[in-house]
């Protein structure tokens, strides 16, 4: 219990990434504004209109990115506290990401056990589903997610691994970094929300990974369960 005490006094990490995101999304708005604004323009050539549009519905998407990685299961209560099951969770989040993992003939295995844990559900979906989504976007050629929860000694260890094109270790030093991204389309804020999630939390991160072989992320967490951890 005196962990999970500890833990809940760190859980207002969601709120405070709420806050956050409307700074991040106010330069994509405020870019569309005045491109619509442009675009108001009488006699415009169509070139030009095509290219404004374009990049009104570019920094459209980059909004949405943005909202995708911080929010995907916000809630009016977001720091609500409860006992979280590992292995139902993980099992939810496999469902979310096969549509993506299909499309990119990515295989996902899993091996999950059942632990409980105390935290904020939502948070813990957030940060599990941005390291899903880095891991199957680094198999654009296909390859394996591997899921994996294992309990040991009081301890759950839960990591995802993939056989994706890996991180120079210059790279592996700057992750969780905001606004660190190789992608062309990257936000580099989704790796920095589910840090402050899982440190929030408690859990310890180690990253593994080769350039050409593939990266694993282990989240190790205390096992606990409380019987009603809103009351504390
Ligand atoms: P984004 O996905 O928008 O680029 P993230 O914060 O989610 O931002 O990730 C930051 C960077 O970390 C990625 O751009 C990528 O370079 C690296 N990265 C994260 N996870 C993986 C992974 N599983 N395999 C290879 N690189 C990864
Ligand atoms: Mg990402």
Redesign the pocket.
Known sequence: IKQALVKIEKMEVLAQLAASISHEVKNPLTVIKGFLRLLHQENLPVGKREQYLTIASSELNRAE?IIN?YLTFAKPDPDQVENISVSEQLHKLADMVEPLSNQQSVLVHKQIEDASIVGNTRSFQQAFL??M???I??MPDGGTLTILSKVQKGTVSISIT?T????TPD?QE???EPY????EK???????V?YRIIEAMRGVITVE?RVGK??G?QIVFTVDQVKDPSSI
Request: no cysteine.
């Open positions: 990115e990685d941005n390291i989504k880095n891991a976007e680094s993939d994706g094109v890996g991180m790279q700057r992750l969780g660190f991204s190789t992608k990257g936000t580099g804020l989704g790796l920095m589910s990974s593939g990266t992320f």
